[in-house]
């Protein structure tokens, strides 16, 4: 009789070591509903049951805004590299030997909801790798050099990347050693899962899912929150 597959489990990188000083000010520390956008994010991925550990990527004062108190999952910090692509292969090498799959989500992304972050772990489970995205809907237009409309762009088929992107770990680690191969620098996973020919899976988001990036993103957290 064929043995009983293991069940599968997934962790979550939550990427958090930029300077985030675009606005002014560290938005991750930004209070959000009393609350700093970066709590608000590792709690988000302490509430989904498909997630069994957590590592945090970021600087150890940035850390502080996590609190001291204990956690309902395991939850780790690593310091960061020079870019993102750095930062998630260190948060990468953290990782329980027992994880098959991670979740990799923007710090700055507090208001994912956690029925999207499931739905992406069971989309990569059955796809190997999966992204929540949003579909794009508003008119797109091309500009000429001089800023002047120069005609319409099909938005068929775009889409808005977001976070999570969860991925089986030996493919996100086969992609991100081809980038550095090639000498590539890559803003999101799904676009080092090109660089070796995998297609990912987009998951069309349900809820609202903001990366927190200007004081005007903040007080449309609040009012959402609210």
Avoid at 74 to 103: F, I, Y
Avoid at 205 to 210: D, F, G, K
Wanted: proline share 5%; with cysteine; aromatic share 6%.
């Amino acid at each position: 009789m064929a043995a009983t597959p293991l069940p599968r489990t997934c962790s979550a990188i939550l990427v958090a070591a930029g300077s985030s000083q675009r606005m002014g000010f560290d938005k991750l520390a930004s209070p959000l509903a009393g609350i700093p956008v970066l709590r608000r994010t590792l709690d988000a991925f302490l509430a989904v049951d498909s997630i069994a550990e957590i590592v945090v990527v970021c600087p150890a004062e940035r850390w502080k805004l996590l609190g001291d108190d204990k956690f309902s999952k395991p939850v780790k910090r690593v310091d960061g590299g020079a870019d993102r692509q750095d930062s998630v292969v260190a948060g990468l090498a953290a990782l329980s030997a027992e994880t098959d799959l991670v979740a990799v989500h923007d710090g700055a992304r507090p208001l994912v909801a956690a029925a999207d972050i499931d739905r992406c772990v069971t989309a990569a489970l059955e796809f190997h790798a999966a992204a929540l995205a949003r579909r794009v809907t508003e008119t797109l237009k091309r500009s000429d050099a001089a800023d002047f409309s120069a005609g319409a762009v099909s938005r068929e088929n775009l889409w808005f990347m977001e976070t999570p992107q969860v991925f089986e770990i030996p493919l996100l680690l086969e992609a991100y050693e081809a980038v550095a191969a090639q000498g590539l620098a890559v803003t999101d996973e799904v676009s080092a899962m090109e660089a070796i020919g995998v297609q990912v899976k987009f998951i069309e988001s349900i809820y609202p899912n903001l990366k927190i990036t200007t004081p005007a993103d903040l007080a449309l957290a609040e009012a959402l929150l609210r």
